[in-house]
């Protein structure tokens, strides 16, 4: 079992930026995907970015080229860039961690942090 913390989250103006981290309290490197989710009010937790230990990345299709996960090894961490940030985007941020697969949005699959809410607002 791995102890996930998310934190960086907030209040930004439509077009602003956040940086969210995801600590693990232990090593990530046996780790096969770590992942960042959401959940907006009255929606389904969805994935929008993964990456796994060998470097790849998948995102979802409405945040290509406006997110960037990324992964420290050293630091337990995992990063999500979001830049050009849009009122869709509200929501509360989970990250998960799983050793052999990209989890789908189930409980029951991997490690899941607390969430973090982002919110996206003028």
């Known amino acids: 079992q791995v102890q996930l913390v998310e934190s960086g989250g907030g209040l930004v103006q439509p077009g602003g930026s956040l940086r969210l981290s995801c600590v693990a309290s232990?090593?990530?490197?046996?780790?096969?995907?770590i992942g960042w989710y959401r959940q907006a009010p009255g929606k389904q937790r969805e994935l929008v970015a993964a990456?796994?230990?060998?470097?790849?990345?998948n995102y979802k299709n409405a945040v290509q080229g406006r997110f960037t996960i990324s992964r420290d090894n050293a630091k337990n961490t995992v990063t999500l860039q979001m830049n050009s940030l849009k009122p869709e985007d509200t929501a509360v941020y989970y990250c998960?961690?799983?050793?052999?697969?990209?989890?789908?949005?189930?409980?029951?699959?991997?490690?899941w942090g607390q969430g973090i809410q982002v919110t996206v607002s003028p």
């Open positions: 998960n961690a799983d050793q052999n697969i990209i989890c789908p949005p189930r409980d029951d699959c991997g490690s």
């Open positions: 232990r090593s990530i490197v046996t780790f096969y995907a």
């Open positions: 990456i796994t230990n060998g470097g790849i990345t």
